[in-house]
């Protein structure tokens, strides 16, 4: 089926998953600074106490690995 698949499209399949998975890990690590980024600027503007940045945090990286396993899976 691999073979067919490049055959018909001329491009080899696991350098497209690997070129796929690339392009979603780019999207899922530039999602998750910016998070980040706004948590820490509710931070310094007194929007979030050092309890709700911490959550924050934690609650974005369970749900950034948990996307990371998806992709790589």
Do not use: H
């Not at 999602?31 to 706004?38: C, D, G, L, P, S």
């Not at 503007?45 to 940045?53: E, G, K, L």
């Not at 950034?64 to 899976?73: E, K, R, S």
């Amino acid at each position: 089926m691999a073979a067919a698949f490049e055959v018909g499209s001329g491009v080899n399949p696991s350098a497209l998953k690997v070129t796929i998975q690339l392009i979603a890990m780019g999207v899922i690590l530039f999602v998750f600074a910016w998070v980040i980024t706004q948590v820490f600027a509710a931070y310094q503007a007194n929007r979030a106490t050092a309890s709700d940045v911490v959550g924050s945090f934690v609650k974005a990286t369970v749900i950034f690995c948990l996307l990371a396993t998806v992709v790589f899976w």
